[in-house]
């Protein structure tokens, strides 16, 4: 495919669960910050695997296991390539992005971070980026600093000096915001972040999806990813860390797997990244991760983010025009991924998603895991449209019209 042949309508063909009927209207699918759907290559995959394939990794020397084995190597190093790690061996399988965090937090972290130091995330975070290492700071007596965000969803960068200092042990941030859309500077906030000796680690449940992610360019020191997001299933993930810090790294969980020798009062660890994975890996879940990477390489992640970008201009654009509209998250389509999130006069969000659900139309309405950026836009929740490889510009005219439905509801 050449970037002009790039066809969304031809895309859904691909995948089944986009050809159906809700409430008697045709399905238009934007929750896909949520989850995305998944395409018949990946679906394949996980079928063929227990069908033909299915045995435990890295134990048995039967022709099954050693099959498993491979998949199981083979998916790893398709998450590599697709983030751009040197090596295979940094990515780690966890169940998702948040398990993934939740890795560093406890496994760095508690080693890492002491009474005193201080931990820098974000407003904008999904919960997932916060919890951890409020856990972490309550543990260690540590102090967890906030970088704000402005009215424009955009993180407050100016102050970032003052927010860093030689106490700095972690920087935590979202590489995309998934209740506002903003795309963060996560490679200068790195920069920042390093030039005070802190960890960086980015969560890019929401990144690696939309655009090229390049580990090594970014320079940052853990970037985490989930499956479920990007065409693959749910339950698998990926925390790449950089080998030296992953190496002198405490296990996470304790088990089968992760050891090297077992002896009655102690033990040693397997090599990175086997060290993390401790018991019987979600082994479908990365072949399926792995059939997603193909499928998404297959078709170019910079000509979807491309064809987001068109959706996103026509979205924002006619959104911008249905009277009682309100957006959140910066105005420029540069800065914004395929989110936005909205409210519309006194409607309730959740109105809002019930109405356009009995149009067909599947958006999300909550705070969605941002419960500090509610606070800060003054509002309890939000409706949330997301856009992906498949969606059309018709999509949006239908998103569209079920807003002139809830308008006539509440007016
Ligand atoms: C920005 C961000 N971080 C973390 C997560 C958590 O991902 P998961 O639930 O797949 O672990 C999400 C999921 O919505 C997200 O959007």
Redesign the pocket.
């Known amino acids: 495919m050449t970037s002009e042949d790039f066809d969304p309508n031809r895309i859904r063909k691909d995948f089944p669960a986009l050809d159906q009927t809700v409430n008697g209207k045709p399905l238009v699918y934007l929750d896909n910050?949520?989850t995305s759907q998944k395409p018949r290559r990946v679906l394949d995959a996980i079928h063929n695997y227990y069908e033909q394939d299915n045995a435990n990794v890295h134990r048995g020397i039967h022709e099954l296991s050693r099959r498993a084995t491979v998949a199981y190597e083979e998916a790893r190093e398709k998450v590599a390539g697709w983030i751009n790690a040197s090596d295979p061996s940094e990515c780690v399988w966890t169940r998702?992005?948040?398990?993934a965090i939740n890795l560093v937090s406890v496994a760095w972290g508690l080693d890492h971070v002491g009474e005193g130091d201080e931990i820098l995330i974000s407003v904008m975070e999904?919960h997932?980026?916060i919890v951890p290492w409020q856990i972490l700071a309550a543990r260690t007596k540590a102090k967890l600093r906030y970088i704000e965000i402005d009215d424009d969803g955009r993180l407050v960068l100016d102050d970032l000096g003052s927010l860093l200092n030689e106490r700095t042990k972690v920087v935590a941030i979202?590489h995309v915001?998934?209740s506002l859309g903003t795309i963060n500077p996560v490679k200068e906030i790195t920069e920042a972040a390093h030039a005070v000796g802190a960890v960086v680690m980015i969560?890019g449940?929401?990144g690696a999806v939309h655009t090229k992610v390049d580990v090594q360019d970014l320079d940052c020191d853990f970037y985490a990813f989930?499956g479920?997001k990007m065409c693959g299933p749910t339950g698998i993930?990926v925390l790449w860390g950089r080998k030296e810090l992953l190496e002198v790294m405490s296990p996470f969980q304790g088990g089968g797997e992760m050891i090297h020798i077992v002896e009655r009062d102690q033990s040693s660890w397997a090599r990175v990244p086997n060290k993390f994975e401790a018991g019987t890996p979600n082994i479908v879940g990365a072949v399926g991760m792995g059939a997603a990477v193909d499928y998404l390489n297959d078709i170019g992640i910079e000509r979807i983010e491309a064809h987001e970008r068109e959706i996103m201009t026509y979205a924002l654009q006619q959104l911008g025009e249905v009277p009682g509209v309100k957006i959140y998250g910066p105005k420029s389509v540069d800065e914004h991924s395929a989110v936005i999130s909205f409210t519309m006069g006194d409607a309730h969000p959740h109105d809002i998603s019930t109405i356009l659900d009995m149009e067909g139309v599947a958006v999300r309405a909550g705070h969605h895991?941002a419960q500090l950026v509610m606070k800060h836009f003054d509002v309890s929740a939000t409706a949330r449209a997301s856009f992906y490889l498949y969606s059309t510009k018709e999509d949006v005219d239908r998103l569209v019209a079920g807003l002139d439905q809830v308008a006539a509801i509440f007016n």
């Not at 998702?96 to 398990?99: A, L």
Request: proline share 0%; net charge negative; glycine share 16%.
């Open positions: 910050a949520a998702g992005t948040t398990e999904h997932s980026n979202s915001s998934n969560d449940a929401q989930g479920h993930g895991c």
